[in-house]
């Protein structure tokens, strides 16, 4: 069935583009791209080998034959989030005769979208790109708000820029490709989405779950649309996150920490964020933020869409890595918490104690789930 566009505005001083939302988007972008860029501006798709096989003939069908996109090809894995293949890109461009006037194409799932944006704010110090994101995760979380960047092996997305692109274009119909981890990876993220702001949301994903994963296109459509709006909403009122945009990280601050320990191969990031999110749930419970009623509630409805694989890693090298993420600030930990279903926070103190315990806690079900 098709699913009409939708439309979401994200308006940012200096910045104000759109989402265009829906089924059969893809061969429709060439031809909207005269209204997105330079006159004549030549085009470079950014993407993965595995996604141009599946798309890469549908999405060339709406450019002129006279004047197609060169395609340049970033292989998939988080270990290729790298500087050193920005470096490799931007010298492409600039061996292809890239200028000031071309613009960048990203086409692929969140890794391709990072790269790609990060790669358009730097080369010949900023050039217009546009996201077409063909992953659930990457078309309700990283191809919308600006944020660019490359991972270090001391922690993720540590160099980066805010570097907005002039359209995102999220295709439904390429979430039927996808492998069912990669689909559930997404939701997780949409989860997180009710979880901090939008309670309808979360329960809409708790009452559904099961059509939601039969990815039936309209329940994908209603969930992800309310999503990219949460992010929309947020992104415009604190563009750089200074305060309010620090809640999308629920479940990032030990989500991330899994990636970096486990070196980005045991999980998928959806994965290591639904089990950041049960365990800032517990640490939220431990503070008396959440009752144990709702804790029980977020936590039945992360489990639903799982299962969550599990992974190994030593509670001290979990501690380790959060120190490292971006939200801390002068040596304090912060980290954020829910309040309620629907209703997030910045905690600034959380305790070395209280960190460790929710290490344990979590490591504890982690070893459940493998027996």
């Not at 050193?84 to 200028?99: I, P, R």
């Not at 050039?127 to 490359?150: E, N, R």
């Not at 996150?241 to 990031?269: C, D, F, P, Q, S």
Request: charged residues 20%; proline residues 5%; hydrophobic residues 45%.
């Amino acid at each position: 069935m098709k699913i009409m566009a939708r439309t979401i505005p994200v308006d940012i001083p200096g910045a104000n583009y759109s989402v265009h939302l829906g089924s059969g988007l893809l061969p429709r972008i060439g031809k909207r791209l005269p209204k997105l860029a330079s006159a004549n501006a030549r085009a470079f798709i950014v993407t993965a080998p595995e996604v141009w096989s599946l798309w890469g003939k549908t999405l060339l069908s709406g450019f002129p034959a006279t004047n197609p996109p060169q395609v340049l090809f970033l292989p998939s894995g988080e270990k290729n989030k790298r500087f050193a293949n920005v470096e490799t890109l931007a010298t492409m461009l600039s061996e292809s005769g890239a200028d000031r006037s071309s613009i960048l194409i990203a086409f692929g799932g969140g890794i391709i979208g990072d790269v790609t944006g990060f790669l358009a704010a730097i080369y010949m110090r900023g050039i217009p790109y546009i996201q077409i994101p063909t992953t659930l995760l990457s078309q309700v979380d990283s191809s919308v708000g600006g944020k660019t960047g490359v991972n270090l092996s001391s922690g993720k997305n540590l160099i980066g820029s805010f570097h907005h692109p002039r359209a995102v274009f999220a295709d439904t119909d390429v979430l039927h490709t996808l492998p069912p981890p990669e689909l559930r990876a997404g939701l997780y993220e949409c989860i997180k989405a009710g979880i901090i702001r939008d309670a309808a949301l979360f329960n809409y994903m708790e009452r559904n779950a099961q059509t939601i994963l039969s990815a039936d296109d309209a329940a994908l459509t209603r969930v992800i649309a309310a999503a990219i709006r949460m992010k929309a909403e947020v992104v415009t009122l604190d563009e750089r996150e200074g305060g309010l945009r620090m809640i999308l990280n629920y479940g990032h601050t030990i989500g991330h920490a899994i990636e970096t320990v486990t070196n980005y191969r045991a999980l998928l990031h959806g994965e290591a964020v639904g089990w950041g999110m049960l365990a800032a749930t517990e640490l939220s419970r431990m503070r008396g933020l959440l009752t144990e009623a709702q804790a029980s509630r977020i936590a039945a409805v992360i489990h639903a869409y799982g299962p969550l694989p599990c992974f190994r890693a030593t509670a001290e090298k979990l501690y380790e890595a959060t120190a490292r993420d971006k939200k801390n600030r002068a040596g304090a930990r912060r980290f954020i918490l829910a309040e309620a279903i629907g209703k997030a926070l910045i905690v600034p103190d959380i305790t070395d104690a209280e960190l460790r315990s929710t290490i344990d806690w979590l490591l504890a079900r982690v070893r459940e789930a493998g027996k």
